[in-house]
């Protein structure tokens, strides 16, 4: 046996270019390229090592990753935008993934952010919640009633008002939110109804200093009776109007420290988004004013990538280092998306303090 290893880099023509070779490893019955040359994003990194992060971390555009050793899954990842994001390919998303299948798309999410999968038509209902049980207990929205017949899944039907744009993170209105969503596209528009990311690690480490001063040391009050009309122009619509009601139908509030340790990664992520109804200490008004300068910054198109649906397609995005928003642009078309969600810890500040729930009705 012998070993070679190779960085791939794929250039926008479909050339492909080997940069570097170290080492192959060959043996009678496989040729299993590695890569190596490749630069782990985070120094504080709690989960990764070095090597282990280099294997989905790419310098270059794509990186292809040969995992298991029986019947082989070969994965590739590659990269959409310059902060955030990669297409996932290769793979058929399942609960039986093979473990080694799954670390890879694991540690590729912790690293880009969010992950795009197309072609995953194949999964149901069951079997989309089932491949969410692989990163840990699944649960329902604290207010929605689950899609019928399934668990936790969240139904996103537009008919029924379901269009969430405006910038968040998932549910940060209770103290343990989501660690990340998973979600399915079953009814995409002809034209239109893109969602976008936002990587706010990128984003908290490139505030200006003064900023992140402030950032560093406040807390901010996340509700999900927030001020809804201030982000959503047709309001008065009667079908959101009517999702706004279940939405509200019990009130949660949680004090979040506005920047927390990511605990897989050690990264400092901004914890923010629309449910923020004003920091500690500040008037509605000062708090509104610092809160958009602060989401200005996380929503930099820098910090960004757009994803063009078709259907069948999966994406899952790290929910405690980004935020999304869907782009209601698509009219009287219908769009239904079916999100899964995973359970998370109460975030910690910079200073050890951990969030606090402040209302939780029973
Ligand atoms: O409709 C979408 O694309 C995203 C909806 C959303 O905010 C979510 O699934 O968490
Ligand atoms: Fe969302």
Redesign the pocket.
């Given at each position: 046996m012998w070993m070679l290893h190779a960085v791939v880099y794929t250039y926008d023509q479909g050339v492909t270019v080997l940069s570097l070779l170290r080492t192959w490893r060959l043996t009678t019955q496989k040729l299993s390229v590695q890569i190596s040359g490749l630069r782990c994003l985070n120094e504080t990194s709690t989960m990764f090592g070095r090597e282990s992060m280099s294997e989905v971390q790419s310098t270059g555009q794509s990186a292809s990753v040969s995992v298991g050793t029986a019947a082989r899954t070969s994965l590739s990842i590659r990269r959409l935008a310059g902060r955030i994001g990669a297409q996932v390919e290769g793979v058929e998303l399942s609960p039986t993934l093979d473990q080694s299948t799954f670390e890879a798309i694991e540690k590729a999410l912790y690293t880009h952010k969010v992950l795009f999968f197309r072609g995953q038509g194949h999964l149901d209902d069951a079997s989309q919640e089932g491949f969410a049980r692989r990163f840990g207990e699944t649960v329902a929205h604290p207010t929605v009633p689950s899609h019928a017949g399934s668990a936790d899944l969240l139904d996103l039907d537009s008919v029924h008002g379901a269009r969430?744009n405006s910038w968040?993170t998932?549910i940060t209105f209770v103290d343990a939110y989501p660690k990340l969503?998973i979600l399915r596209a079953i009814t995409i528009p002809p034209v239109g109804g893109d969602t976008v990311w936002a990587n706010t690690a990128a984003a908290y480490e490139r505030l200006p200093e003064p900023l992140r001063a402030f950032a560093d040391h406040a807390r901010a009050i996340h509700t999900n009776a927030y001020d809804y009309a201030s982000s959503h122009a047709e309001a008065d619509d009667t079908q959101l109007k009517r999702y706004r009601e279940v939405f509200i139908s019990k009130v949660y509030e949680t004090e979040h420290p506005v920047v927390s340790v990511h605990p897989v990664t050690g990264e400092r992520t901004l914890v923010l988004g629309h449910f923020v109804q004003r920091f500690q200490g500040l008037s509605a008004q000062d708090s509104a004013s610092l809160l958009q300068v602060l989401h200005e910054h996380i929503t930099r198109l820098e910090n960004t990538v757009r994803w063009q649906w078709a259907e069948g397609d999966v994406a899952i995005w790290d929910n405690r280092a980004t935020q999304?928003y869907a782009i209601n642009d698509f009219g009287d078309s219908r769009r239904v998306v079916r999100r899964a969600t995973v359970k998370g810890d109460v975030p910690v500040g910079i200073d050890g303090k951990r969030s606090v729930a402040l209302k939780t009705p029973a």
């Amino acid at each position: 046996m012998w070993m070679l290893h190779a960085v791939v880099y794929t250039y926008d023509q479909g050339v492909t270019v080997l940069s570097l070779l170290r080492t192959w490893r060959l043996t009678t019955q496989k040729l299993s390229v590695q890569i190596s040359g490749l630069r782990c994003l985070n120094e504080t990194s709690t989960m990764f090592g070095r090597e282990s992060m280099s294997e989905v971390q790419s310098t270059g555009q794509s990186a292809s990753v040969s995992v298991g050793t029986a019947a082989r899954t070969s994965l590739s990842i590659r990269r959409l935008a310059g902060r955030i994001g990669a297409q996932v390919e290769g793979v058929e998303l399942s609960p039986t993934l093979d473990q080694s299948t799954f670390e890879a798309i694991e540690k590729a999410l912790y690293t880009h952010k969010v992950l795009f999968f197309r072609g995953q038509g194949h999964l149901d209902d069951a079997s989309q919640e089932g491949f969410a049980r692989r990163f840990g207990e699944t649960v329902a929205h604290p207010t929605v009633p689950s899609h019928a017949g399934s668990a936790d899944l969240l139904d996103l039907d537009s008919v029924h008002g379901a269009r969430a744009n405006s910038w968040h993170t998932d549910i940060t209105f209770v103290d343990a939110y989501p660690k990340l969503s998973i979600l399915r596209a079953i009814t995409i528009p002809p034209v239109g109804g893109d969602t976008v990311w936002a990587n706010t690690a990128a984003a908290y480490e490139r505030l200006p200093e003064p900023l992140r001063a402030f950032a560093d040391h406040a807390r901010a009050i996340h509700t999900n009776a927030y001020d809804y009309a201030s982000s959503h122009a047709e309001a008065d619509d009667t079908q959101l109007k009517r999702y706004r009601e279940v939405f509200i139908s019990k009130v949660y509030e949680t004090e979040h420290p506005v920047v927390s340790v990511h605990p897989v990664t050690g990264e400092r992520t901004l914890v923010l988004g629309h449910f923020v109804q004003r920091f500690q200490g500040l008037s509605a008004q000062d708090s509104a004013s610092l809160l958009q300068v602060l989401h200005e910054h996380i929503t930099r198109l820098e910090n960004t990538v757009r994803w063009q649906w078709a259907e069948g397609d999966v994406a899952i995005w790290d929910n405690r280092a980004t935020q999304h928003y869907a782009i209601n642009d698509f009219g009287d078309s219908r769009r239904v998306v079916r999100r899964a969600t995973v359970k998370g810890d109460v975030p910690v500040g910079i200073d050890g303090k951990r969030s606090v729930a402040l209302k939780t009705p029973a």
